[in-house]
């Protein structure tokens, strides 16, 4: 069973997808000033580090097991890594939730898919 190099993926997906939320909010802030920039860069300091004490530990619990399975009893579609993140999304918007953390979690497991198994040349 090939698992593929997990460790170098996980740690790209995490930084990429961790771009996503500061960016959005940036996008949507309109009109900044230089105060206000030195206020984002605090908030984006704090913002990394609970988004990847987060991430990791979504990985320990629940990324790297489905990984595992996926890779022992599937043939490591994008399909399987998105159907988990998918499902989380389809319920929070059902019971209002926090959709964006499943869109987080999407966008990361699609990245890891792409990363894992590339062929380093």
Do not use: E
Request: include cysteine; charge should be positive.
């Amino acid at each position: 069973m090939n698992l593929g190099s997990w460790d170098s993926a996980i740690i790209r997906s995490l930084f990429i997808s961790s771009i996503f939320l500061p960016l959005v909010a940036i996008l949507n802030s309109g009109n900044l000033q230089f105060s206000d920039i030195l206020g984002l860069f605090v908030s984006f300091l704090l913002y990394i580090g609970v988004f990847l004490l987060i991430s990791i530990l979504g990985w320990l619990f629940i990324g790297f097991p489905f990984h595992w399975v996926i890779c022992k009893f599937t043939n490591k579609s994008y399909l399987f890594y998105a159907l988990f993140p998918s499902v989380f999304i389809c319920l929070s918007f059902y019971f209002n939730g926090q959709w964006m953390l499943g869109v987080i979690a999407l966008i990361q497991a699609l990245l890891f898919r792409r990363f894992v198994f590339k062929i380093k040349t």
